[in-house]
């Protein structure tokens, strides 16, 4: 129940990339109820607080997580981000533990972020059970479901 109402609002999770447009291949219409978050890479870590805010305020009943095939996030490590900003900013040491959400397999980085879902203390039961995973592939516009 989020403050007194009931919704069954889905929020998806997708990468930033102008080449992925989720309304269009997830066939949505406003009555859906889905909410998109994008971010580079479409990882779940850097959304948790909007799981957290959204759960309290709409109520969700799951989180989809879509990665895309020529993903950026799979062109970089997380160690050469850390290291352009370090020689930037040497004195914050917190540069060392920040994320980036750079991956090596696609298929792989969609189960790394179920997992998150499942093992987040922040992420309730509830939602984390309802989750689901797939892949966009960019060239044929095809999503593939991923265990």
Do not use: W
């Not at 989020?2 to 609002?9: D, I, K, N, W």
């Not at 406003?30 to 957290?52: C, K, T, W, Y």
């Not at 959204?54 to 020529?70: M, S």
């Not at 093992?119 to 592939?137: A, E, N």
Request: with cysteine; net charge negative.
């Amino acid at each position: 129940m989020a403050l007194g109402r009931v919704f069954e609002t889905t929020l998806v999770i997708t990468c930033v990339d102008f080449r992925l447009n989720p309304d269009q291949f997830l066939q949505t219409k406003p009555e859906d109820q889905f909410l998109i978050s994008r971010n580079p890479a479409g990882r779940v870590g850097p959304a948790l607080q909007e799981i957290m805010l959204f759960d309290v305020f709409l109520g969700l009943k799951r989180v989809i997580v879509i990665h895309h095939t020529d993903c950026g996030g799979s062109q970089f490590k997380d160690a050469d981000i850390r290291e352009a900003h370090k020689s930037r900013l040497p004195d914050h040491s917190e540069i060392d533990h920040m994320v980036f959400g750079a991956f090596d397999e696609v298929e792989q980085s969609v189960r790394d972020d179920l997992h998150l879902l499942k093992t987040s203390p922040y992420v309730p039961k509830r939602i984390s059970d309802q989750s689901l995973g797939f892949v966009y592939d960019i060239k044929t516009g095809l999503l593939t479901p991923v265990e």
